[in-house]
């Protein structure tokens, strides 16, 4: 990518200039990067473990701050979503999909409204009044993907969401989240280990290696998700992408 390709526009939602990172420690994880969260797309960032991917979504969340160059990013609103769901124990599934937007003081009917429109949409209805020790893996993960757009967000920032899923689960979790996007439209940052995940989610996949942590490639999806679900995939495209993009990683290790 050139730098005019990487030069913030009005539909950026999130923008990396010349972002890099040396931890305290004196550990350079990231070299200068560019990279763009376009509005209403999904990017996806995938590379070899220590590349710098869950630094560059703690720099878009603003936990971090790049040691040198800049993160811009044209919204407040937004959701950081883990690996692991960290539902609370000791709260239904109702109260936990609530809890963020009460914490952002959503007026109480207002919260209950979208908490139960999410987790109609992520396939939990009947289950409000459990406690995640009575939820599969799965469902505790569709809980906390409620939760995360219960507060209404414009960019969601998910590390290794589904990496805890059964394969059969994660596919299903994956086309959760296109729904989701297409009601409500948000923007994502995604990392993922899966090249088919990345493939079938991602409007744009930046390829990242290490040492120190870069951005070797981003590519456009030849058949990005659709707003309209009726849209079919290209699936020769998507699977010709993943081969693309499996063998860039592959040869990183060599
Ligand atoms: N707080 C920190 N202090 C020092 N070094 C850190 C810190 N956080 C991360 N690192 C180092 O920076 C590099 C990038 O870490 P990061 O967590 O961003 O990688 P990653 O691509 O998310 O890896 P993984 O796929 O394993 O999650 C790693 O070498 C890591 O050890
Ligand atoms: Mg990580």
Not at 16 to 22: E, G, I, N, P, Y
Not at 142 to 170: C, G, H
Not at 174 to 184: P, V
Not at 185 to 212: D, K, W
Request: glycine content about 6%.
């Amino acid at each position: 990518m050139t730098d005019s390709d990487a030069r913030s526009t009005s539909d950026d939602l999130v923008a990396f200039h010349s972002a890099d990172k040396v931890y305290g420690n004196g550990f350079r994880a990231l070299a200068p990067i560019d990279l763009a969260v376009r509005r209403g797309e999904i990017t996806v960032l995938v590379g070899p473990s220590g590349c710098g991917k869950t630094t560059i979504l703690r720099m878009a969340a603003g936990l971090t701050d790049p040691t040198s160059g800049t993160m811009d990013r044209d919204t407040d609103r937004m959701s950081y979503v883990f690996q692991d769901p960290t539902l609370l124990a000791w709260r239904t599934v109702q109260a936990n999909v609530e809890v963020i937007a009460k914490l952002q003081k959503v007026p109480r009917h207002e919260r209950r409204e979208r908490a139960e429109q999410a987790i109609k949409m992520v396939g939990l209805d009947g289950f409000q009044k459990s406690y995640p020790r009575e939820l599969s893996g799965g469902m505790k993960m569709r809980a906390s993907l409620a939760r995360s757009v219960t507060s209404d967000p414009e960019l969601l920032l998910m590390d290794e969401p589904f990496a805890a899923l059964d394969e059969f689960t994660r596919e299903k979790m994956g086309a959760e989240l296109l729904r989701l996007w297409r009601e409500k439209r948000f923007s994502v940052l995604f990392i993922t280990h899966s090249i088919y995940e990345a493939c079938t989610l991602g409007h744009q996949i930046a390829i990242m290696n290490t040492g120190p942590g870069h951005v070797v490639e981003v590519i456009k999806s030849p058949s990005p998700p659709s707003l309209d679900p009726d849209v079919e995939r290209d699936e020769t495209a998507l699977r010709a992408l993943q081969e693309q993009i499996s063998i860039t990683l592959g040869s990183f290790r060599e």
